[in-house]
């Protein structure tokens, strides 16, 4: 499995401002995800992060809310701009890698954003 | 649409009792089906998995799932249940798009809670 590490692990922010958040990762690795958890709520995928392309999107997430950089294999960054109250979650990054033979998700330890 | 149901908020057990937290899925093809837990104030821990082969799939921690293809299900099990397997489980799916993209498809989530 690959090790995963994000900072910061957590946040206080004013409304208005923007966090960027990193997520490091201890091999090279294709495919980064970005995930959000409101409170009390399930994960659900912000965005697909390739090396060497644009990041995908998903369906009510945005580029210039969320923009994502990917500059090499083992390092993304997930900007929240403009934060909002609303933005409070847990921020979670992933890595796909080999496990058994099938490409299998791990999660870094998450980044907790309060927004005041 | 392809999703992920775990229709328990909440699961309670006796410590030293068996547990079972339930997920049923819809896919179209072949399901890859997984389960992470999520302790307080951690990331996702990933716990096991299903691709292929035999329905019972043994993972971390004494945990266990059965892939059930006529009932669509793919239920976590432990035979004896730990105050430490207190924690909040994920039933998701891995969901595969054409030119290589995939993502995973969350289950709301289980509390399970092992009382002494």
């Known amino acids: 499995s690959a090790v995963i590490s994000q900072k910061p692990s957590r946040d206080i922010c004013q409304r208005g401002t923007s966090l960027t958040i990193q997520c490091q990762v201890d091999s090279q690795v294709t495919m980064m995800f970005w995930y959000r958890q409101q409170p009390g709520q399930s994960l659900t995928l912000i965005a697909t992060?390739?090396?060497?392309?644009?990041?995908?999107?998903e369906s009510g997430f945005v580029i210039d809310k969320f923009p994502i950089s990917r500059p090499n294999l083992t390092f993304s960054t997930l900007t929240v701009s403009n934060m909002s109250p609303e933005d409070s979650s847990i921020y979670l990054c992933s890595v796909e890698a080999i496990a058994g033979g099938t490409d299998t998700q791990y999660f870094g330890p998450g980044t907790r954003l309060t927004v005041l | 649409a392809q999703s992920v149901a775990q229709p328990e908020d909440q699961v309670n057990v006796a410590e030293g009792n068996p547990l079972t937290v339930k997920c049923t899925y819809s896919v179209s093809g072949n399901p890859y089906l997984f389960w992470y837990v999520q302790y307080p104030n951690r990331g996702l821990q990933f716990l096991l998995k299903y691709i292929t082969g035999d329905n019972l799939v043994k993972g971390s921690y004494g945990f266990e799932a059965e892939f059930n293809k006529s009932q669509t299900s793919f239920h976590l099990k432990k035979p004896s249940a730990l105050v430490s397997d207190s924690a909040l489980y994920f039933c998701a799916v891995r969901v595969l798009f054409s030119g290589g993209y995939n993502k995973l498809i969350f289950g709301a989530g289980t509390r399970l809670a092992v009382h002494p």
């Open positions: 992060a390739n090396q060497g392309s644009e990041a995908t999107y």
